[in-house]
């Protein structure tokens, strides 16, 4: 899934050192910004690394923190400990959220000077946005309202489009929030890659209440047509072999599907993968019966671009006209195809 929110919130956080004057210190500090000295030799080697930089950075900045509370950058020094302890926890994939980054937060406001204060509320909205895995209503409320107060106080900063198109992933089931959000991201925009991000999701979010135009007839025979299952709700499935969370969708959707009425909903499939052998794979370990498309071009697939889809998984739900209905069907799947089933 790309996630531009692990780029710009991930901020280079810290170092290492323990020499007794405090410049070298902070020289160790800035020193480990450029990342860990060992290259991954495998993709099962990533998150070890990582998670062994962190404690490096930690134990750093402690230890500048312990050895230094007077020096002026005491300051950025306890910021930076609260974004990494914030983001370990989203390295290990949610493994908690760390008491003490809401602790630190707070007693750095209150020191702060007026520039201070904006990065503290910022890495304040960052930790909410990493450990918001399935928000309610209620906290999804107020993150918004946090990012529109930073929004009101900075709107000069020139990490407040991204934020506030991160913000507007929690509000697939309320697009004309969303697409709010958007349209604001879209006006302070600067960066070519999040401006096409943007155009994307408003483009989904556009065509919410019409038809899904999606066809794939490859050579040969086979595919589908949307079209071709009018009169049934249709799920549409975009997914990738290579995406841990889409391969997680698909559980997801497989279960429910056993809640479904016979005959009455439609599964389908769109992969993005760009090697059939891997599709293949997949589809047979899932034990997957529904019609799956690929094209093998991945992200510039003429399947997924018209759609403005950038992101996996993605599930869309489309009522008996093909009409698209929902932007996240994969939040209480069953739940929502039965309402749209009652609806009509």
Known sequence: MRRLFSLVFAIVLCGHGHAADPDADWRSIAALDAGP?????????VQPLALQHLAQQER?????????SSDPRAFEARLRLARLLSLRADVQDGGGAPREVPQLLAEL????????????EFTRISHTMRTLRRPTA??????????????????????LGALLVEVATLFDLQPKTKQALLLDA?????????KTRVADDLRRVELLGEPVPLRFKPPGGGGFDVADHRGKIVLLVFFAGWSQPALEALDTIQ??????????VQILGISLDTKRE????????????????CDGKGWESALVRPLGINALPTVWLLDRQGRLRS??????????????????
């Not at 750093?60 to 050895?67: D, E, H, P, Q, V």
């Not at 891997?278 to 498309?293: F, Y």
Request: net charge positive; no cysteine.
């Open 37 to 45: 000295s060992r290259r991954a030799a495998s993709p099962a080697q």
């Open 60 to 68: 750093a900045l402690r230890a500048f923190i312990a050895a230094h």
């Open 109 to 120: 406001e209150k020191i702060a000077t007026p520039e201070q204060r904006k990065e503290v």
């Open 138 to 159: 209620a906290q999804r409320d107020a993150l918004l309202a946090a990012a529109r107060r930073f929004q009101a106080a900075y709107s000069d900063d020139a990490r």
């Open 186 to 194: 879209q006006n302070v925009a600067t960066d070519a890659e999040l």
């Open 255 to 264: 279960r429910a599907a056993i809640e479904f009425p016979k005959g009455g």
């Open 278 to 293: 891997r599709l293949v794979s997949i589809v047979e370990q899932k034990r997957i019966t529904w019609p799956v498309a």
């Open 327 to 344: 932007l996240n069907a994969l939040e209480n799947t069953a739940g929502q195809v039965r309402q749209l089933l009652a609806e009509q």
